[in-house]
Structure formats: structure tokens, C-alpha cells
């Protein structure tokens, strides 16, 4: 059974960036589709937005409109880790954020399909003030 679990989190002031990695149980196979989503509070865990994804051994990626342009999603196979880098990072950011990771279709990150036949990570924390 895959395990995935994130690191990374932390407080930083508008403008900077953080990290976050998802280490994987298991190889990431060129089937699977890793992701990010964040929740924020008062949120429901249905309502995590996806972030941004990766598939096909890295291949493809995704991003949400939002964040386009300042962050980036890898991944290192020989690590089978995949990154967050987040840059200029703004307070609306602030969530926590969980790694996922399912099957395609679809290649973008959708919660209902993690949650019925994906794996989430236990999340971290992001937290960006003005």
C-alpha cells in the first residue's frame, strides 16, 4: 500500500518561498499522477483545492490558474520524491497542504477521485503573512 508523507511546511513573510517534498512508500510508476492540493481552514476536505499535479513520470504537469507562474511541481524518480517549490508566496496561500496521489484519468487534481481510489498524505502546514 502506498504511503505518502509530506515535509516542508512552514511561516514565511509575503514574497518568499518554501519547499515542500512528498516522499513515496513505493517507486512512482509512469501510471501514477502525484499532486497537491491545500485546504484552508474552516474548509471541508472536499473542498481542497488542487494545486497542481504531475504525471507521467513527469512528463505532464498541472497547475491552477492561481499559482501559475510561481510554483512548480517536480519529481525525482530516483527519490521517489515529489516537490513544491512556491515562490513569491502570498498570504491567500496559507493552508495546509496535502500530497495525493491517483490514477489517471483525469490528469488535473480532483478530491473526489483521491479520496475514492487515490492516497493522501497526512499534510503541512503553509503559513504566509503580509
Known amino acids: 500500500q502506498l504511503h505518502l508523507v509530506e515535509s516542508g511546511g512552514g511561516s514565511v513573510r509575503n514574497g518568499g518561498s518554501l519547499r515542500l517534498s512528498c516522499a513515496a512508500s513505493?517507486?512512482?510508476?509512469?501510471?501514477?499522477?502525484m499532486g497537491w492540493f491545500r485546504q484552508t481552514p474552516g474548509k471541508d476536505p472536499k473542498e481542497r483545492e488542487g494545486?497542481?499535479?504531475?504525471?507521467?513520470?513527469?512528463?505532464?504537469?498541472w497547475y491552477a490558474d492561481s499559482v501559475k507562474g510561481r510554483f512548480t511541481i517536480s519529481q525525482v524518480n530516483a527519490e521517489n520524491t515529489v516537490y513544491l517549490q512556491m515562490d513569491d508566496l502570498k498570504p491567500e496561500d496559507t493552508a495546509a497542504y496535502y500530497c495525493?496521489?491517483?490514477?489517471?484519468?483525469?490528469?488535473?487534481?480532483?478530491?473526489?477521485?483521491?479520496?475514492?481510489?487515490?492516497?493522501w498524505g497526512q499534510g503541512t502546514q503553509v503559513n504566509v503573512s503580509s
Open positions: 495525493a496521489s491517483w490514477s489517471p484519468p483525469p490528469f488535473h487534481p480532483v478530491v473526489v477521485v483521491v479520496t475514492a481510489r487515490g492516497t
Open positions: 513505493r517507486r512512482i510508476y509512469n501510471s501514477d499522477c
Open positions: 494545486v497542481a499535479a504531475i504525471c507521467d513520470g513527469g512528463d505532464n504537469s
